[in-house]
C-alpha cells in the first residue's frame, strides 16, 4: 500500500477518533447533568428532613412531608439509575476513544515506514540515474582521449 493511500487512512482513523472524542464528551456533560441533579435531589429530601423536625409541625403538615420525602426517594431512586446508564456509556465511549487513538498510532507507525521505504527507494533511484549519466559521460571523455 503507497504512503499516499496510508496519509488518507491515517486522516479517517484520526476524524474517527475525533468524533468519539466529540461523543465522549457530549456522554460526559450528560453524566455530569444527571449527577447533579441527583445531587439536588438528595438535598431537597434532606432539606424536607429538617422541615419535620419543627415542633410546631401538624399531622397533616407531617402526612405531607413524608409523602413528599417518599416522591424525592423515588425520583432519587430512578436519577441514580439514569447516572448509572450515564457512567456506563461514558465508559463504553472512553473505551471507544482508546481504540480509535490506538488504531490511528499503529497507522501512522505503518504509514512513517512506508514513507520512509518510498524515500529510500526514490533515492536509490536517484542515485542509479546519476551513477549511469556519470558513467556514459565518463565513457564519451575515455574514448576521445
Do not use: C
Not at 10 to 31: C, S
Not at 37 to 47: K, N, T
Not at 131 to 140: E, F, W
Amino acid at each position: 500500500m503507497t504512503s499516499k493511500r496510508l496519509g488518507r487512512l491515517v486522516r479517517l482513523k484520526k476524524l474517527k477518533e475525533q468524533a468519539a472524542a466529540a461523543e465522549l464528551a457530549e456522554e460526559q456533560q450528560t453524566l455530569g447533568q444527571a449527577e447533579d441533579e441527583l445531587q439536588r435531589l438528595r438535598a431537597e429530601a434532606e432539606a424536607a428532613d429538617f422541615a419535620v423536625v419543627r415542633p410546631d409541625v401538624s399531622p397533616s403538615e407531617l402526612a405531607m412531608a413524608s409523602a413528599w420525602q417518599d416522591q424525592l426517594g423515588r425520583r432519587a431512586a430512578q436519577q441514580q439509575g439514569v447516572v448509572a446508564v450515564a457512567e456506563e456509556r461514558v465508559a463504553e465511549r472512553t473505551g471507544e476513544v482508546q481504540e480509535a487513538w490506538r488504531d490511528r498510532r499503529l497507522l501512522e507507525g505503518v504509514h512513517g515506514r512506508a514513507v520512509e521505504r518510498e524515500t529510500a527507494a526514490d533515492e536509490g533511484a536517484e542515485r542509479r540515474r546519476n551513477d549511469d549519466i556519470a558513467l556514459r559521460t565518463y565513457g564519451r571523455k575515455g574514448g576521445e582521449a
